[in-house]
């Protein structure tokens, strides 16, 4: 089944302590990408990544990294999460950037929903 | 900037129409698109436009693009419980990422 899956689905952790939310998907997918949503804010991109070494920031890329070493992972590492990172955190896949509607559509994960103490 | 409006709560009938309104500031989008999100859920494509169209209809859902306004709209018709959700309006930036409304709630009541 064509899937983005990711990992954990729900985490708390506490300030500081370092994390890392995996995204995986299978569908040999070039561009991916990770956005956040909060309340009354829809969905803000972090970072996105058009292909395998390939990433660049998004409208909201402070606090967060990112690394593409293979095509079908995209994990997204917070290295001292603060409160103001508690979000729902979705991973997105397209097949390619193209700018061509059918091409380029986004598949989402199911979210990672995130509370930092 | 890039900005995308939408209202954010929309509640009707069961069997209604329901029309969900966005407005977006890129001139150049060559797509816009409507997404769906279910509780719980991830986001999900329901459909998209071409910039060069005024209308396209796809079963229940009817989008309607109106470019000198720039103002987008997604009528769903016999709205069913199973419509509710939340709706996301989005652009194509000029930096070729996705740009989302906030989104719309919409509410079927039976």
């Known amino acids: 089944e064509a899937q983005v899956t990711q990992n954990p689905r729900y985490l708390i952790t506490v300030t500081g302590k370092k994390l890392t939310v995996t995204c995986s998907q299978n569908?040999?997918?070039?561009?991916m990408s990770w956005y956040r949503q909060d309340p009354g804010l829809g969905l803000r991109q972090i970072y996105y990544?058009?292909?395998?070494?390939?990433?660049d920031k998004g409208d909201v890329p402070e606090g967060y990294k990112v690394s593409r070493k293979e095509k079908r992972n995209f994990p997204l590492i917070l290295e001292s999460p603060s409160p103001n990172q508690t979000s729902l955190y979705f991973c997105?896949?397209?097949?390619?950037?193209?700018?061509?509607?059918?091409?380029?559509?986004?598949?989402f994960g199911p979210g990672t929903r995130l509370t930092v103490l | 900037g890039e900005d995308v409006e939408q209202s954010l709560f929309l509640s009707v009938r069961e069997g209604d129409s329901s029309v969900i309104n966005c407005t977006y500031t890129?001139?150049?989008?060559?797509?816009l698109y409507w997404y769906k999100q279910e509780p719980g859920a991830g986001l999900q494509l329901l459909t998209y436009?071409?910039?060069?169209?005024d209308m396209k209809q796809d079963q229940r859902l009817t989008v309607l693009l109106n470019k000198k306004d720039k103002h987008l709209s997604l009528r769903i018709a016999d709205t069913q419980t199973g419509d509710s959700a939340i709706y996301f309006c989005?652009?194509?930036?000029?930096?070729?990422?996705?740009?989302f409304g906030k989104g719309t709630k919409l509410s079927v009541k039976p």
């Open positions: 997105a896949s397209s097949l390619f950037y193209s700018g061509v509607a059918g091409e380029d559509e986004q598949f």
């Open positions: 569908m040999n997918h070039e561009y």
């Open positions: 990544s058009m292909n395998v070494e390939v990433t």
């Open positions: 890129d001139s150049s989008s060559t797509y």
């Open positions: 436009i071409f910039s060069n169209m």
């Open positions: 989005a652009e194509r930036g000029s930096q070729g990422n996705l740009i």
